[in-house]
């Protein structure tokens, strides 16, 4: 199946901003997929961030970063991002990608099947 590598996480102020990678690996590639960014908190259910579809670039928010993240994609590198500005610190979590290999998508953890190792994000004074 497809791999997933992320990277990007890190300890930042509130208020400050991070960038998360999630490079693609295994001869897949990514413009044929649904790619979402997922979160997890310590005893909290894994929530949806955000996700982009294949099929025409649309997107999706949770309410919570609307406004704040963008998700992106760069064709040439199997590569998307998910910058994050203006943190704080409700968004500290592990941060996951996934991956479905449809043109269109639920932003719901269960219509992923494909995903990265997680990465910590920790955002605190």
């Known amino acids: 199946h497809l791999q997933l590598v992320e990277s990007g996480g890190g300890l930042v102020q509130p208020g400050g901003s991070l960038r998360l990678s999630c490079a693609a690996s295994?001869?897949?590639?990514?413009?044929?997929?649904?790619i979402g960014w997922f979160r997890q908190a310590p005893g909290k259910e894994r929530e949806g961030v955000s996700c982009?579809?294949?099929?025409?670039?649309?997107?999706y928010y949770a309410d919570s970063v609307k406004g704040r993240f963008t998700i992106s994609r760069d064709n040439a590198k199997n590569t998307v991002y998910l910058q994050m500005n203006s943190l704080k610190p409700e968004d500290t979590a592990i941060y996951y990608c996934?991956?479905?290999?449809?043109?269109?998508?639920?932003?719901?953890?269960?219509?992923?099947?494909?995903w990265g190792q997680g990465t910590q994000v920790t955002v605190f004074s």
């Open positions: 982009s579809m294949s099929s025409d670039g649309s997107t």
């Open positions: 996934a991956a479905r290999a449809f043109t269109r998508a639920m932003c719901v953890p269960g219509q992923f099947g494909s």
């Open positions: 295994g001869g897949f590639t990514l413009d044929y997929y649904v």
